[in-house]
């Protein structure tokens, strides 16, 4: 058995009585929670039991909280940050992505995600949704779940379905194939390495995913008790589904048969009275993405309306093309700040709220409540401590408030996944331990250089 102390952190548990302990530990045994509580409560441990301790000056601890779920990203934009830069969403598609991503390799698609991976640790980010395409060459999927894995996230590939359209002429496949390719990573991944992998299916949206499939990903998510996700209830995807079908996206997939609790809607940037109503009788999640939904101008979602009806929201930082980066924390801040201003009220919103999106909200998003979002007796270990002793934090107080308005990545010192140490003291120890970051940044902007030389951009 492994068994791992982590002692003198100030815990925030984020579970349903929001209860925490400004000087608590934390016992993992093979992965797992297995004793939680005030240092006075702390069972007497062996002398070679390793130990992590969280004092810092004065008394104080560092910041214990569980690992935030990134629900909503596209590993491969990592090599694509800044292309389109200023570009209305269809022109983007047209003028950026689109003449990029025919050109991406596998070897791409794995350097792409451990990147991911690293941004994702470094943010306090445990779990990452991978709303992964383009495919254009075979087993692009299985090399990406090879780079999060390597570097030592928890993952969730969403395997994009691109059958239609003329927004991606270069990556639309045959729809037997596509859906073929999915069931091919159900069989073989699905709830693999110990359950650290899960495989969803990503209809990519209305104009791209024909009926055919999105009724054919619902069913395969069933037969596999997995989940759906959908970008939906945009200014792009409201067009095309108003032009195609003569109603809302949303309204058209609720008619497919496809709304339900295992559905994760991304952006919902414009979701009229009758589609809001829709997600919550049928319990449907929604992916908030802010930064992605400013960078592109495409609105801000009315997430505090979402809320009030009952409906689980996640945070995600969508792609490094349409933020650009992948940084949680940052997230975090403009979820908030951007809903104070929209109701021009302060306390529209606050800080526990926005963690509880990050981490037990985000784990509802995926299916994975039972196992991660909080740090509960039984839980996976997925933690990250939080050193508050920076110039950017000082003077702190409420550790929710420190974390959400005033922390950085300078702050986030150590990261579990399953209760392994894959970062500490800030230094990425990867999956095996023996992770070499800078590597990694080289061989990723190599491969980035040559993507636009390809491209012809």
Known sequence: MTTLLIQNVHILTIDNEDRRYPQGFLLIEDGAIAALGPMSDCPSIASDVARIDGSGPDGSCQFAFPGFVNTHTHSFQALTRGVGEGLPVWEWFSQALDLVVGHLTVEDARLAAQVTALESLRSGCTTVVDYNYPHPQANMADSAIAGFREVGVRTVLARGIIDTG????????????????????????????????????????????????????????????????????????????????????????????????????????????????????????????????????????????LLHRGITVGLGTDGPASNNNQDMLAVLKLTALIQKMLHQDPAVIDARTVLRMATAGGAACVGWSDGIGSLELGKRADIVLMDPWSANTVAFDDPAVSLVYSATQENIRTVLVDGRVVMRDRVILGNAGTLDEMAILRRAQQAGVDLRARSGI
């Open 166 to 305: 003329d927004v991606h002429p270069t990556i639309v496949h045959d729809t037997a194939s596509e859906i073929a390719d999915c069931r091919r990573l159900l069989e073989d991944y699905h709830r693999s390495d110990g359950d650290l992998v899960r495989i969803w299916l990503a209809p990519y949206t209305i104009f791209s995913t024909s009926t055919e499939a999105m009724r054919a990903s619902h069913a395969l998510a069933q037969e596999f008790g997995t989940g759906v996700t959908i970008h939906a209830a945009t200014p792009s995807t409201l067009e095309a589904a108003q032009a195609l079908f003569g109603t809302s996206d949303i309204v058209h997939e609720e008619a497919l048969g496809m709304l339900g609790p295992s559905l994760l809607l991304v952006h919902c940037t414009h979701p009229g009275q009758i589609e809001q109503q829709l997600l919550a009788e049928h319990f449907v999640k929604v992916s908030h993405n802010p930064a992605s939904n400013a960078y592109l101008g495409e609105g801000a979602s009315p997430i505090i309306d």
